[in-house]
């Protein structure tokens, strides 16, 4: 079974709008993080924003907010205000045992987000 | 200050051949990882190391991959009798933290086996 689940292959949205990038995980640990990355088309990840699965708010992090849905097991990215810079794939990760546990990060296949003039 | 490198960026062998792929993490950080993706994918984990030691290893694809990192900064990626399969971007990524956040990863190297 999948752990990271995005359903989106791809999203548009109109520069200044806000939108929102679905992910959804699948763990049995309690205590876990949650990440997303942005790959811009020359390769790169670069971290956006964590969430950490005890974590009593959702984490933001200037235009980027996570929306931290525990029972739903639902992480989604919100990004105020797009630029057209924002247009990049973006993918959800997860880490399972952050205390003790393995380091490695789980990804999903990733959305492309393209954001119009 | 330099954020992660890796070299080379491109790399194209033929297959059966023999390839290392080489990864300089940020200075001081001490956990490093490698993550093989392919095209149109999210990043696959293969192997974590914490200092000198690789304390996971669990997504290394089979015998003929292997990582070292003997003094706990550059590490190398080893492939043996490479096979058209093993093409993909091989990401590497270095945290200071030992929880992982924040994993800072390099530009990749593209890998084609021809």
């Known amino acids: 079974a999948q752990k990271i689940t995005q359903t989106q292959p791809g999203m548009f949205v109109q520069e200044k709008e806000a939108v929102t990038l679905d992910c959804t995980y699948d763990?049995?640990?309690?205590?876990?993080?949650l990440f997303w990355y942005k790959q811009p088309s020359s390769g790169e990840m670069i971290f956006l924003i964590y969430?950490?699965?005890?974590?009593?708010q959702n984490a933001t992090e200037g235009r980027y907010s996570l929306n931290f849905q525990k029972a739903r097991k639902s992480a989604n990215l919100v990004i105020s205000a797009s630029q057209l810079g924002d247009s990049a794939m973006y993918f959800c990760?997860?880490?399972?045992?952050?205390?003790?546990?393995?380091?490695?990060?789980?990804f999903g296949k990733g959305t492309k987000l393209t954001v119009n003039p | 200050g330099a954020g992660v490198s890796q070299t080379p960026s491109n790399k194209v062998t033929e297959k059966g051949k023999y390839v290392e792929l080489r990864c300089d993490p940020i200075?001081?950080?001490?956990?490093l990882y490698w993550y093989r993706q392919s095209l149109g994918q999210g990043p696959e984990f293969l192997i974590y190391?914490?200092?000198?030691?690789?304390?996971?290893d669990s997504g290394l694809p089979n015998d003929r991959f292997f990582a070292v990192r003997p003094e706990g900064s550059v590490s190398t990626l080893k492939i043996q009798r490479t096979e058209r399969g093993d093409s993909a971007v091989y990401l590497c990524?270095?945290?200071?933290?030992?929880?992982?956040?924040?994993?800072?990863f390099g530009p990749g190297t593209r890998l084609t086996v021809t």
């Open positions: 990524a270095s945290s200071p933290y030992f929880d992982g956040r924040e994993q800072y």
């Open positions: 763990t049995s640990d309690p205590s876990y993080g």
């Open positions: 969430q950490g699965s005890y974590d009593q």
């Open positions: 990760a997860m880490r399972e045992g952050v205390q003790g546990g393995s380091e490695k990060l789980v």
């Open positions: 200075s001081g950080h001490t956990a």
């Open positions: 190391f914490q200092g000198t030691g690789a304390a996971d």
